[in-house]
């Protein structure tokens, strides 16, 4: 891995001919697209990224042609092919759901008229509904549930820039979106139309005072849309922001946990 990075960078830093650089480029586009390399990582409890694969994907767009691609009645025209062979890796699409080459699915996961974009990873048994998307680089823990019209948020640049992470055992609620890098941690329950941005106020407020999060959903909580105050020139205006309204509870298993979780706090998903 680590010649196939020196390669990548030296075609970046552009020391490679055009052949010399695609060719380290498709190479770590294939790696991603096998679920040899990831583009972020947990190490020790932290993610990492590795930039390096972020260089590839972008040096596979620039220099990969453009091609036909006939699907049956479809046709598309693009410079990356779909992902094939997703029988024998007990991946389920169901059409006209949509993964790209260079995004790796664990057995178990199923696609339903969704997308996922080059350089994501999805974990095992993992449901991407229908009209979800899973943006480039994001990565997706195992067991999670994005439902339906969820827009997870791809980030390709700048290339040292974190991905969207949603980890193990999280449930995303229809039409909920998360982006620019925010890390939803595990089993964590984001009710519908939440939208999480890296500016967005996180607010824990299940206690006296109340606590502020930013690009970062604690573990097993439960987060709904909310509004706080803001005082303008123009008078006083609700602007979005999210609330932290309670946990899943440690006393039930994951699936148990988030019904008991929607009836509690009244969810809707």
Same mark, same amino acid.
């Given at each position: 891995?680590?010649?196939?990075?020196?390669?990548v960078?030296?075609?970046?830093?552009?020391?490679?001919?055009?052949e010399?650089?695609?060719?380290a480029a498709?190479?770590?586009v294939?790696?991603?697209?096998? #679920?040899?390399?990831?583009?972020?990582?947990?190490v020790?409890?932290?993610?990492?990224?590795h930039?390096?694969?972020?260089?590839?994907?972008?040096l596979?767009?620039r220099?990969?042609?453009?091609?036909?691609?006939?699907?049956g009645?479809?046709?598309?025209?693009?410079?990356?092919?779909?992902?094939?062979?997703?029988?024998?890796?007990?991946?389920?699409?169901?059409?006209?759901?949509?993964?790209?080459?260079?995004?790796?699915?664990?057995?178990?996961?199923?696609?339903?008229?969704?997308?996922?974009?080059i350089?994501?990873?999805?974990?095992?048994?993992?449901?991407?509904?229908?009209?979800?998307?899973?943006?480039?680089?994001?990565?997706?823990g195992?067991?999670?549930?994005?439902?339906?019209?969820?827009?997870?948020?791809?980030?390709?640049?700048?290339?040292?820039?974190?991905?969207?992470?949603?980890?193990?055992?999280a449930?995303?609620?229809?039409?909920?979106?998360?982006?620019?890098?925010?890390?939803?941690?595990?089993?964590?329950v984001?009710?519908?139309?939440?939208?999480?941005?890296?500016?967005?106020?996180?607010?824990d407020v299940?206690q006296d005072?109340?606590?502020?999060?930013k690009?970062r959903?604690?573990?097993?909580?439960?987060?709904?849309?909310g509004?706080?105050?803001?005082?303008?020139?123009a #008078?006083?205006?609700?602007?979005?922001?999210?609330?932290?309204?309670?946990?899943?509870?440690?006393?039930?298993?994951?699936?148990?946990?988030?019904n008991?979780?929607?009836?509690?706090?009244?969810?809707?998903?």
């Amino acid at each position: 891995m680590e010649g196939l990075e020196q390669q990548v960078r030296s075609a970046w830093a552009g020391e490679l001919s055009k052949e010399e650089s695609f060719a380290a480029a498709a190479a770590a586009v294939d790696g991603l697209d096998c #679920g040899k390399f990831r583009v972020a990582e947990p190490v020790d409890g932290q993610w990492v990224v590795h930039e390096w694969l972020k260089l590839a994907i972008l040096l596979y767009f620039r220099h990969a042609p453009m091609e036909a691609i006939e699907l049956g009645p479809f046709q598309y025209h693009d410079k990356v092919p779909l992902k094939t062979n997703l029988e024998q890796q007990g991946v389920r699409v169901v059409p006209p759901g949509t993964v790209r080459y260079g995004a790796f699915l664990e057995r178990g996961c199923v696609v339903m008229p969704g997308y996922v974009n080059i350089g994501a990873w999805v974990g095992e048994n993992t449901m991407v509904d229908t009209w979800a998307t899973v943006g480039s680089c994001a990565q997706i823990g195992r067991g999670v549930h994005l439902s339906g019209g969820v827009g997870i948020g791809g980030v390709l640049e700048p290339p040292s820039a974190q991905p969207v992470i949603i980890e193990d055992g999280a449930f995303i609620g229809s039409r909920a979106i998360v982006v620019e890098g925010v890390v939803v941690e595990e089993e964590a329950v984001i009710a519908a139309n939440v939208v999480l941005t890296s500016s967005t106020p996180i607010i824990d407020v299940t206690q006296d005072t109340e606590v502020v999060h930013k690009g970062r959903v604690p573990a097993r909580s439960v987060v709904v849309p909310g509004t706080r105050t803001r005082d303008y020139p123009a #008078g006083s205006y609700g602007v979005a922001c999210a609330l932290i309204i309670g946990q899943r509870k440690a006393s039930t298993d994951r699936k148990t946990s988030l019904n008991d979780v929607l009836r509690e706090f009244s969810l809707s998903v």
